[in-house]
């Protein structure tokens, strides 16, 4: 099964963004250059370059205006990948480091496509400033008709001190780019991360789901493959990215990481200040994990790196029921017998008729699911 496309921002967002940034920055506010400033300065903090999170903190105009539109569409890769999906008319989210609310805000955007009524979510966040923000913007973009109806209930606290025991059940659980700022990325932070994740998937409704998304940075994704190690056994389970229950085969080498993508150009506004700031324009990419009780298909296969061409070939790295395996086509097969794997990206997930060894050439079965 392809899942539908996800379409580019509605040009809605941007009104609905302007309005909220008046009323909530003030004289934070920041447009043109000095927006593209803050934006770069802000994503040297990111990528781990320069300065540090207190610094982001503050970077409120590239944070609302840049970030959130370009991030928010991310959680649509995990959710439209959710098998079975997430069903009834009201779906209950906790999200945790909501900051201005993106996640919660794709969410309830992605459920508006899926004919869902109405996304009740409650939301833990320590930055006030933040949290005026996500509530401005939980107001105005279901009257926009960008978002299903969303009511929201805050919850100022620290989120690793905070209680969820009393809150839920919730549909959905999402830790959206913020499980690394709450227990950082070094090897190790996974051991307090796990129980992290076990007392919050506690308050999953039946069918429920835990989606983690991070930056796709090698830091960052090791991380989560570490911590994703950690649930290969027991009722909560890997549901997401991996189709495999051994141990990460791209844990084996320093330099392999494992992350998705979305092939989704950057909306008009927000293009010439990525490129300014020597952000990526085309799509957008990001490390994830998704957690559900029960037991996971294990059926697929998932490139996880290339294509890299060359020399009349073109290799792809694939991971699946027997591990990592390195995928060959050559350009004369792709011509002779053309494969809906010829053209997959990273991230794309497939089925075979055979086991896959490696190098092997192969024929895929039905299509290659790529997100889109
Ligand atoms: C990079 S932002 C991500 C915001 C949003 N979830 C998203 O999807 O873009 C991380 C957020 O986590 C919040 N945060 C970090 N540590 C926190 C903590 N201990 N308690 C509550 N919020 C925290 C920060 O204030 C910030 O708003």
Redesign the pocket.
Known sequence: MTSPPTPPLEAGWNEVLDRVGREVLGPDDRAGQALAAQVTALSRV?TGREGS?AD??SAHAA?LRF??PR?LPKIEGPLAELSPALEGPRWRVL?V???????SLGVARFARRHGVEAVEVTA????PR?IDAFTALARRAPEAGLTAALSLDVRR????A?DAGRLGPFDLI?????LG??FGTDPGAELAAEPYLRALAARLAPGGALVV?EPALRTHARALQRLRDRFLEGALRVHAPCFTDAPCPLLRRERDWCHGQLPLPLPVPLAPIAEAAGLRRTRLTYSYLTLREGAPARDRWRIVGGPVRSKGKAEWDACGPAGLVKLRRLERDQKRSPSPLDAAERGAAFAIDAALSDGASLRVRGEVDCPR
């Not at 480091?97 to 996640?103: E, K, N």
């Not at 833990?124 to 930055?127: F, N, Q, S, T």
């Not at 606290?157 to 690793?160: F, Q, V």
């Open positions: 990111y999170l982001a903190a944070r970030y959130l991030d999200d480091g909501a900051g201005y609310g993106t996640t833990i966040e320590r930055d933040a606290a620290d989120a690793r905070f999402c830790l959206g780019l913020s700022e709450l998304i």
